[in-house]
């Protein structure tokens, strides 16, 4: 399996923060979920892959090329979505995507014009008279429009209304996704990935946790519950996290068996959700 992105033993210290290690790769053809608190390094690891910052030391390769060496070839392919829009306010659409045109190679307005017409856009609008999600969606027509091979999100559904977010989260499944292109999602909006992403990579204090397929997470890691006189320091160590409640314990464990073994029917044992793994695994 091809991949669109390789990061390899990635380190960037500041400080008051250090990125430490970082693995991580993106196959052609799929979405990459990636998720951590606010504060974790999902931003600086990003900017870090569109050498907006210097690593200290590590490997980035997308497309199979060094990212630093290869720079201004590698930008060419990639489709950058921001939270925050980063165009000019006082111009129209139209003005706005001459000016963007004008630094690709590939650019196609008729691409362009065919995800307005989709989305609904006005060419003529300025940018200053958009919704947030108007915004959102136009910076995903323009990152559409000059035949991007990567696409690189950071929070692109935050504070759009849930109507809009299964737009925007359509717009990915339906217009993005195929063989050829490979997405990066970082977002705190973790039910968006559990519809569409194909594979997680949780980062934690600057450290990865797992960077795993969705379907071996939610294979590998199961949510207990049960009476908090249960617990003791003996059958403790089978949870990678425990949260105790005036009704009981909700734990996270990827120990299945011997969770069974030793509590038998005296737990409730469910299927886990990325926020419990986010809430309930920190090491």
Known sequence: MENILEVKNLNKKYKNFELQDINFSIPKGYIMGFIGQNGAGKTTTIKLIMNLVKKDSGEIKVFGKDNLQCEKEIKEKI???????????????????????????????????????????????????????????????????????????????????????VEVLNILRNEIQNENVGVLLSTHITSDLEKIADYITYINDGKVLFSKSKEEIFDEYKIVKGDKELLNKDNEKYFEGIRKNPYGFEALTSKVDEVKKIFGNKVVIEKVTLDQIMILKRK
């Open 79 to 165: 489709g950058f979505v921001y939270d925050d829009c980063f165009f000019y306010e006082q111009l129209s659409l139209d003005d706005n995507a001459k000016l963007i045109g004008a630094v690709y190679k590939n650019w196609s307005f008729d691409t362009f014009y065919k995800y307005l017409d989709k989305f609904g856009l006005n060419k003529k609008q300025k940018i200053k008279e958009l919704s947030k999600g108007m915004k959102m969606k136009f910076s995903l027509s323009v990152a559409l429009s000059h035949n991007a091979e990567f696409i690189i999100m950071d929070e692109p559904t935050a504070g759009l209304d849930p109507v809009v977010r």
